[in-house]
């Protein structure tokens, strides 16, 4: 039987829109998409204060302390901040340093910082030993090992990207050495970002959410905690070793009592989401506080410590010996006034935490941190200029 004329232009109209939305088809598959514009990750080097401070915890992190040889005096210790300084701009800019023996290991773009500290004696050299930080008391609970302690200078450099983390501490010990040669070096490790791709604080090891009562950067509040008069601040460097054997023998509830938050949230143990306030005054049915007396939360709140706040940081950091495996805590704090902020803290802590008997200090150094630079400038300044 043969197709009607009604059918013929039936089959006609549809062949035709067919050819019709496959040539659009084709004309769609063959136009490039748009190209993202590029997200910048670029860090300035230069400003009022050092950048690293303020950035989020890095993904990977080096600190290197130095003690200065007998040779390197005031003029020495100016020339190696002048070099220093120059590294610091070239590689947070994603380019080799000066003199770079492997200028291909060097990648842009990956929220490099570097962080210069002075010790003691780098303010004797510069005859203001009275403005030098002094080293923290030993601890009842510390037991301080010689290796992670101490140091005349401090280079802590953190990015994305473990590569150039690695080759950036290389350029800054191959400059240091007519000067100083290095004392300890510590790495780390943080995750500050979330499944989405949006800012998170973080976890230690012990799974904790750790550094959510730290002041927001920006804020009033965190500027007259951190920084000082002439716009530098200190550092507190303490290398806490966590004993993660005992800690997972406890229950769940055990362990968030001794923290005194919820380790799926960070939330309080008397609040639902991780900034929620520290109720300190509520209590269970049988009239025990919510947050118990030695928890770490209570104890480390500024509430419980006159007022006293202080911008912590953190790197995750395992140590392998062998098939022997150490794990634990980085820690960093800055704050503007190391005895008058950290110290009574950590007596505090250190008299009655929870967490002691989980933790314990196996290192413990100082840093004062100066001020930031501008084109034209260097680190240091206006202490050894």
Not at 87 to 95: C, K
Not at 119 to 144: I, S, T, W
Not at 379 to 384: D, S, V
């Amino acid at each position: 039987m043969k197709p009607s004329r009604r059918q013929l232009f039936g089959y006609a109209g549809a062949a035709a829109a067919g050819a019709a939305a496959g040539g659009a088809a084709v004309v769609a598959f063959d136009k490039e998409p748009p190209v993202p514009a590029p997200v910048s990750r670029l860090i300035s080097p230069y400003g009022d204060h050092q950048p690293g401070i303020v950035a989020a915890a890095p993904r990977h992190g080096e600190l290197v302390a130095f003690t200065l040889l007998p040779s390197t005096d005031k003029a020495a210790l100016a020339r190696l901040m002048r070099l220093w300084s120059a590294d610091v701009v070239a590689l947070g800019n994603g380019r080799p340093a000066p003199g770079d023996t492997a200028p291909e290991l060097v990648t842009a773009n990956v929220r490099l910082t570097t962080t210069v500290g002075f010790g003691a004696r780098v303010f004797e050299l510069a005859g203001q030993k009275a403005a030098a930080p002094d080293d923290l008391p030993v601890m009842r609970h510390d037991r301080l090992q010689a290796a992670w302690s101490g140091g005349d200078l401090l280079i802590f450099v953190g990015a994305d990207d473990e590569l150039s983390v690695v080759h950036a501490v290389r350029r800054f010990v191959a400059d240091a050495k007519p000067f100083a040669t290095p004392v300890w070096r510590q790495s780390g490790f943080w995750n500050s970002t979330g499944p989405d791709g949006q800012p998170v604080t973080g976890r230690n090891l012990f799974g904790q959410v750790d550094g959510t009562g730290n002041p927001a950067v920006g804020t009033p509040e965190f500027d007259a905690t951190v920084w000082t008069a002439d716009g530098g601040t200190t550092l507190v460097v303490r290398r806490i070793q966590l004993n993660l054997d005992t800690w997972d023998e406890l229950t769940r509830s055990e362990q968030e009592r001794a923290v005194g938050r919820k380790l799926s949230t960070g939330a309080p143990l008397t609040g639902t989401a991780e900034h929620d306030e520290l109720d300190l005054d509520a209590r269970d049915a049988d009239g025990r506080p919510l947050i118990a007396a030695n928890a770490h939360a209570r104890l480390s709140h500024h509430s419980e410590n006159d007022g006293r706040r202080i911008f912590r940081k953190g790197l995750n950091y395992v140590h392998d010996t062998g098939t022997k495996r150490e794990s634990g805590l980085i820690f960093l704090s800055y704050q503007a006034d190391i005895a008058g902020q950290f110290l009574p803290l950590l007596a505090r802590l250190d008299a009655a935490d929870a967490l002691n008997e989980w933790t314990t200090t196996i290192g413990s150094a100082v840093f004062a941190i100066p001020p930031g630079f501008q084109p034209g400038g260097w680190l240091g300044q206006k202490l050894l200029g």
